[in-house]
């Protein structure tokens, strides 16, 4: 079950802040303003407003993590408050988080990579061997909040996001009644951008409004963003012990590989995109017919749009769900992005309310889907949430909405 | 239900000393060091200018040419250990199979090496912030993410069930066989391509761990740095390296035939919450993960035959862990043969815990636990029998093995003999 979400995304800091950009359908893609991005080809991108991170984490913690740490701690303290536990665990054991990360702390690390080539003495600070690599959020996040059970780190580019709540579900049944999972991410970097570049996915198109236009005719790659969405995932009975608000069930998963790289004609493999998501409906007995919306993946590169279409077709035939992306709102922020997703999935069912996408203006041939494009209400209250990764990974996940709480004072 | 248990019925190593399972079991259990000063770089100006490095020819170890071409050196590690493996094994998978077949791999630094080296190109020598995006090479975004370790073997194998990197730093490699083992009991995939690679001796890792003084300065005698459990010791070797391990769920191999090494009996992780580098003196928390490794398996303490230690020869570790063996194990901690091959191979960080686990399945199957080299004097909180410098015959019917790593992660696994199958 999942009883607390924290946001830490373009679209605002905290649930509710999220909720409002994704109702209202308000762009927050805009420049680049962590370093100036003049002289790349893409300069836009999706950043955190106003984040403040001495609110989340003191001055020690602050020093020795990057801002996708700061982003961690934040969400991670969102996700808490929001499912009404405190913040040491007081059951440590019986606690554990597992995130997903696809490119650790890059501008700690860029800024230590410079010290260290370009600085007079050959060393870096005492903190990188910490703030770098990928584990870094997890293990602070461990060491802060007294999470000791099993605690991980994942990584499957954009899927892991999806794939770290399975993991957590995975972990429940197991015996850990309490598993923070999900992700955040800080690709924006010079150097983290240069890679980035290199994937040939990228839009380079120079208007914040017209660059990430998933499955419309007009796509020409996505935004990288920033952030992400951390959860609460608990064992049904602790959390209706202690009478916690339920946002809805992880009832499904599924993950897949294409086995084939991602190139420049590539497209991925729908047939196994697919196969994650028949995996996912299977394990939550569910019936295609049975799904109220699907949040895609939504790459934003004309080929894998067409080849997701292509596999939402093969799933769901002649009776197809609505379909709504809110991610050219935020832009990708990989596995971030995909664990934000879950959270507008499950606001959604708790605002009894399913969000009109965020485009297409003009449908893409071969996109042809059934894209919401009114707010509506939920009905069966189940979402299949898709992501794919760079080189071929493919993971889905199956929600099942909780009703929503009435007369919720607020 | 039927339980579904997971055995090991491949083994694929490049370790330093050895680029194959065959040339690593021999290094180890002959008690050679396989550390020497860095040649990768001229290390004149870091405090530690030692590492065990691998003499790895990736055109030998079989890759194609665009193989070598796209993939780090890490990635590059993986894939030969995957071949290794899958031909070990004798795995010959349909296409319905390989739906079924994940990989599940660890890493704790991932692409670093080749990060540092195109950062060097683009920032022009660390002097531009604002990087040359386009002086970047064609292939820097699959070093960024990891996750190309995972991807890179799932296209060599043709493998299309779930595919996932596990980055717990120094655990990692234990961690992903554990996470695959899960995955075959739960019935989400038969066959996982399990273990964990890393190519860390770069400049800056090199200063990193310089900087915390983790990394032992004994430049002068290389091959003697690495002394776990010894009471000279003066902190860790750095090393590269990758263990792949074919894992199948027991029903899956016997039907096929397939020579089994060892069942994984038992995995559990604990974190300290107590500090990113530090340790508690007490053990508590890899004393926790090695009592549920063991409880899953129904095994009691007596029944240990051999212990893989973390022994990454800091005075921190060696005592975290010999109180964390006394914590669980009890008096059996006292007789059960300890060893850490990091004495020999050095620490490869997020790989080292797969290809102790690979040490673990060849030390079942042989018969011999390797030792511990190195080790001379002795630290009086270190009292364990810790298989000093010589190799032993003993029969080895269940192996543990415990990782440690900055996060507070602590990670124990349980290999264990089928019943019925003597060693070899």
Not at chain 1, 367 to 382: G, K, Q, T
Not at chain 2, 105 to 118: D, H, K, R, Y
Not at chain 2, 303 to 331: C, M, P, W
Request: proline share 5%.
């Amino acid at each position: 079950m999942v009883t607390g979400i924290g946001v830490v995304a373009p679209t605002g800091v905290g649930a509710d802040a999220h909720w409002r950009a994704v109702l209202a359908g308000t762009r927050r893609t805009g420049p680049i303003t962590l370093f100036d991005p003049a002289g790349y080809p893409t300069r836009f991108g999706g950043e955190v407003p106003d984040f403040t991170a001495d609110s989340y984490a003191d001055s020690r913690q602050l020093v020795q993590t990057d801002r996708w740490t700061h982003l961690g701690f934040a969400a991670t303290r969102l996700a808490l408050a929001d499912a009404g536990l405190p913040d040491r665990a007081p059951d440590p054991y019986g606690y554990a988080v597992t995130l997903a990360s696809s490119s650790g702390g890059n501008l700690f690390g860029q800024r230590e990579l410079q010290r260290l080539w370009g600085g007079a003495s050959r060393t870096v600070g005492a903190y990188q061997s910490i703030a770098w690599f990928y584990a870094a959020s997890v293990g602070q996040l461990s060491i802060h909040h007294q999470f000791k059970g099993p605690s991980g780190v994942l990584v499957a580019e954009t899927a892991g996001g999806l794939d770290s709540l399975a993991h957590a579900a995975r972990a429940v049944r197991r015996g850990t009644p309490v598993v923070i999972a999900g992700a955040t991410e800080c690709p924006l970097s010079p150097y983290a951008l240069a890679c980035q570049l290199r994937s040939g996915l990228l839009s380079d198109v120079a208007d914040p409004e017209r660059a990430y236009r998933p499955f419309d005719a007009a796509a020409s790659g996505y935004l990288p963003a920033e952030g992400g969405a951390v959860f609460v995932v608990e064992e049904l009975g602790h959390a209706l012990a202690r009478g916690a608000r339920i946002y809805g069930e992880v009832s499904g998963w599924g993950a897949t590989h294409d086995a084939a790289h991602t190139t420049a004609d590539s497209a991925g493999d729908p047939a196994q995109y697919a196969r994650a998501m028949r995996l996912a409906l299977d394990r939550a007995g569910v019936a295609a017919a049975g799904i109220d919306v699907v949040l895609p993946d939504a790459l934003g590169v004309a080929r894998y749009d067409r080849s997701e279409a292509e596999a939402l077709r093969a799933v769901f035939a002649d009776r197809p769900p609505p379909v709504t992306t809110q991610k050219p709102l935020t832009g990708r922020a990989h596995q971030g992005g995909s664990a934000l997703d879950v959270a507008t999935a499950l606001l959604a069912f708790a605002h009894d309310t399913l969000p009109a996408s965020a485009g297409p203006d003009e449908v893409a041939d071969g996109c042809e889907l059934d894209f919401l494009r009114e707010h509506r209400r939920p009905r069966s209250r189940l979402a299949l949430v898709c992501a794919r990764g760079f080189d071929g990974f493919n993971s889905a996940l199956v929600l099942r909405g909780a009703a929503p709480v009435r007369g919720e004072t607020s | 239900m039927i339980r579904r248990r997971t055995v090991v019925t491949g083994v694929g190593v490049v370790a330093p000393g050895g680029a194959s399972r065959d040339r690593f079991w021999k290094t180890i259990t002959e008690g050679r060091t396989a550390t020497r000063r860095i040649s990768f770089f001229d290390p004149s100006a870091f405090r530690s200018q030692i590492a065990a490095e691998c003499d790895f020819d990736p055109v030998a170890a079989g890759l194609t040419e665009a193989e070598r071409r796209r993939a780090d050196r890490y990635v590059q590690f993986a894939l030969a250990c995957s071949a290794e493996a899958v031909a070990d094994a004798g795995l010959v998978l349909t296409d319905a199979e390989r739906d079924r077949a994940g990989v599940v791999l660890g890493t704790a630094v991932g692409g670093t090496m080749a990060l540092e080296q195109e950062y060097v190109t683009v920032s022009e020598n660390g002097r531009r912030w604002l990087v040359d995006a386009a002086r970047g090479g064609p292939y820097l975004y699959q070093a960024l993410v990891p996750s190309s370790l995972a991807a890179d073997v799932a296209c060599r194998h043709g493998l299309h069930g779930p595919a996932q990197v596990v980055s717990t730093g120094c655990t990692s490699g234990i961690d992903a066989i554990g996470y695959a083992h899960q995955l075959i009991v739960d019935g989400e995939a038969d066959v996982v391509l399990a273990g964990a690679a890393d190519s860390p001796i770069s400049p800056v890792t090199v200063a990193s761990f310089d900087a915390i003084k983790a990394t032992s300065p004994d430049n002068d005698d290389p091959a003697h740095a690495s002394r776990p459990f010894d009471a000279d010791r003066h902190g860790f070797v750095l090393a590269e390296g990758a263990a792949v391990l074919v894992l199948e769920e027991a029903g899956h191999a016997r039907r096929r035939g397939a020579h089994v090494y060892c069942e994984v009996a038992g995995y559990a992780s604990r974190s300290n919450g107590y500090h990113m580098t530090g340790l508690r003196p007490d053990g508590l928390e890899m004393g926790l993960a090695v009592s549920d490794a063991l409880k899953q398996g129904r095994i009691a303490p007596e029944q240990v035959s051999y212990i893989s230690a973390h022994g990454s020869g800091t005075r921190q570790n060696d005592r975290h862990e010999t109180a964390a063996f006394k914590r669980a194990l009890g008096q059996a901690a006292y007789r059960i043969p300890i060893s850490s091959i990091k004495s020999m191979v050095g620490h490869s960080l997020g790989a080292i815990g797969s290809i102790e686990m690979a040490a673990c399945a060849m030390a079942i199957e042989f018969g011999v636990v390797p030792p511990t080299a190195n080790w001379s004097t002795r630290d009086p909180e270190c009292d364990l029998d810790y298989v000093p410098n010589e190799a032993r015959e003993v029969p080895v019917d269940v192996a543990l093995s415990v990782g440690s790593g900055f996060g507070g992660f602590q990670s124990a696994m349980v290999f264990r003999r089928l019943p019925g199958v003597v060693a070899a």
